[in-house]
């Protein structure tokens, strides 16, 4: 008997493009156990019902979800005309339970089922005329009772051939056969096992003398329905083998038999072990759901295609990156889909299919609506079980959103660059190996090092920090610290210059992965310049105050020493030897004077008497004066422009001052060299007073005397302005000659400035202002012929050193005058309210007690206008004449003063117009 022999009708066929739902619904209706697939090829696989339900069960869309998309096995063809035992052997070997039958042409013809081939089998035995009607002895068949048994009576129910009983005794299934009344008739070698009895001991008995009563009573109510039925009923039952012990699922078909004449004459029952199928089946759901999962939530768009780029499955990222609808790419040609997709990309996919993996890290694909999406893809071909290229797995990455936040964040960090790199800070930072990864045009403008020079070079520190020591006390101070603010580091510029950064710097909480430290620097070279030139202004101040207060003690010692000179002078007589002596004091007397008169010029804040001058005219009238002051050894010139600017100044001071710096040039030269005198117009502008405080910006004549002596330290360059301040070996100088030129300079509202360099030589720079009147003071000839010092009227003296006092009042009594004394300012007033007849007031600036002589002179002349005013004073910072005041300044005589000098100046007042 063959296939051919049971196939009795053509099967139920839907296309492979139908969805689940669909074919399961066409199932149902035509009430059949299953459906063949197809597609345009020929029959592709067949679905029983409950396959069905379980890939239903997995259909997250049942509408859309085609046949092809769930189908996980193709199912085993045979030819119609195939024996039956061979379609078995078959069935057994794939552990299938359908077997597609074709014909000879390979079309399809229908359907065979294990229970179909299993009926046909028995129908089989029963016809089979050689079955013995009586038990054979060696068989130990068994009778049943009242069976009137004859050779060839079908209805009989017989036994198995030789033939076929060893066919079914070596099936891996449970066979077995009973009578309506439920006694075994026949069952195999492995129910030999199931029941752990014999045959001989099994047959004739039911399930009740082998099972518990509640399982045998469920075998009986199966094998009774199947017989009211009168249809084969599939059931699933757990059970025990008796044998060993051991549980197997089976899956049970239970099928009524019957003669010729249609009488019921036993039930046939065929079980199968589905435990490994059953667990196959559920791992292979689990193994779908997961694949499901992994595939809708995949964290890359991902696609899997057939071979004709059909889509398989597809991912949710898939749909949402390429903006596509539900439900409508399953089963649909990838070129369908996407029309616009470029040659280039049809080669690769071409490629993919015959077995190449492809990959491409950034693409640009353009969208048929013209949006353009960049895109990171791997393509890869899926194999099936015949290890040939079924189609392509294609798992792409949107990069457009990432595209353009990495070109958001390009701008943001140049733009963050540019900043970076323009702020008026410096702006740097240190890995953990100490090297620089920042720094910025500041950071370059200041130190005159380019990043390029300094980024990742290990000598970067010795740069710009030379000095070994300074450099380990910074980075152990740097180290112990941490954190730091408003910390000043002396930095070496590119060009040997010296600059000063004061960093905040960040180390201990740095949240910038890869940074050691980071910091901010200011250049604070010129505040600190500034400072610096600040403090050597008031120290300068500070030790002209100091000085002008020293100055004026002692003008007042040595007017008293010079007056009584004066006076022992006119009383010895002609006596050569006294008056030598005299002499001799009173040289050492003018050396002192001359001495104090530096200390009050450096003092002095303002000129005593301005005039505008040409400086070149002065100094070319100081020519002989100058050649004269230094050795033969040097060599003078001069160098004076034709349209040299005016300039208001005192002229005696500022003779004075040149002498001084040619003095100090010769004493740089000792062995010679050249000193140049230059005179040239200048202006100075905001930017250079910034880089030189003290400077004011303007035009200026500007006097330069250069000279290529020895030069002077750097560390000395600040100080040289001092009093007292020298270079010189003890005993050579006074240090005072400098201190001239810096007092006179600031009271002529200037600016001087040094350029020194130890062995090359020494230039100092005088900036005196331009004069807003071009035109110089007219001469007016020879003065006026000294009036007689004599005179009878009352004179009013006030000073409150007591030896001057008196040594003024003893002088003007001798030349006649009638002399009032006072030691301070009430004391005079008070004189002056009870003498009216008193004709001149004469009267030291600086007194104590809270009242000085311009005080005392504009109180004296409220009551008496008419009265003559000669001040006196070594000393004026410390009283300058205040508003209204400074009419009595005309009239100043400086201490320390020879006594015919005095005389002649109150001669002089007295016989004036009021």
Known sequence: MTLADIIDSAPVVVSSDAPVTQALALMRARRIDAVVVFDDQGPVGLFTDRELIEAASMAKDLTAKPLAAVMSRDLQRISAATPLNQALVVMDEAQERHLLVVDKDGSLIGVATRQKIVEALYAQQLADRQVGIQQDAAAGVYKAPGASVSRGDVGDPGYPTTYFRKLIDTLPDLVWLKDPAGRYLYCNSKYERFYGAARSEIFGKTDFDFLDNELADAFRRKDQAAMDAGLAVINEERVTFADDGHEELLETIKTPMFDQRGKLVGVLGIARDITQRKQSEVELIESREKLHLFIEHAPVALAMLDREMRYIAVSRRWMRDFGLEPGTVLGRSHYEIFPQIPARWKLVHRRCLQGERMRGDKDRFERSDGRVQWLRWEMLP?????????????????????????????????????????????????????????????????????????????????????????????????????????????????????????WSNNSSKNPIPGWASWGIGVDVTEQKRTEAALRRSQKMDAIGQLTGGIAHDFNNILGIIQGNLDLLAHEIGESKARRKRIETTRRATQRAIDLTRQLLVFSRGQADKPQICDIGKIIREMGSLITRSVTPAIEVTHHFSDDLWLTEIDPGDFQDVLLNLVLNARDAMPDGGQLTLEADNGTLDADYCEQNPGAVPGEYMVLSVSDTGAGIAPELQDRIFEPFFTTKPKGKGTGLGLAMVYGFVKRSHGYVKVYSELGIGTIFRLYLPRVATPELPVDTGSSQPELPAHGDETILVVDDEAGLLELARITLEELGYRVLIATNGSQALELLAAEPGVALLFSDVVMPGGMNGYELAEKARLNQPDLRVLLTSGYTDKAMARNGQSRFSVNLLGKPYRQGELAQRIRKLLDSAP
């Open 382 to 502: 899926w194999r099936n079980a015949a290890g040939e290229v079924g189609g392509l797995v294609f798992f792409s990455e949107d990069l457009t959103r990432q595209n353009r936040v990495e070109e958001e964040l390009r701008q943001s960090e140049a733009r963050l660059r540019r900043v970076v790199e323009h702020m008026p800070v410096i702006l740097d930072a240190v890995d953990e190996e100490g090297n620089l990864l920042i720094w910025n045009n500041e950071a370059e403008k200041v130190s005159g090092y380019s990043a390029e020079e300094l980024i990742g070079n290990p000598k970067a520190w010795e740069l710009l920090y030379p000095d070994p020591e300074y450099r380990q006390k910074l980075f152990s101070e740097w180290n112990s610290r941490g954190d730091h603010r408003g910390w000043v580091w002396r930095l070496r510029a590119k060009d040997g210059s010296e600059r000063f950064v004061e």
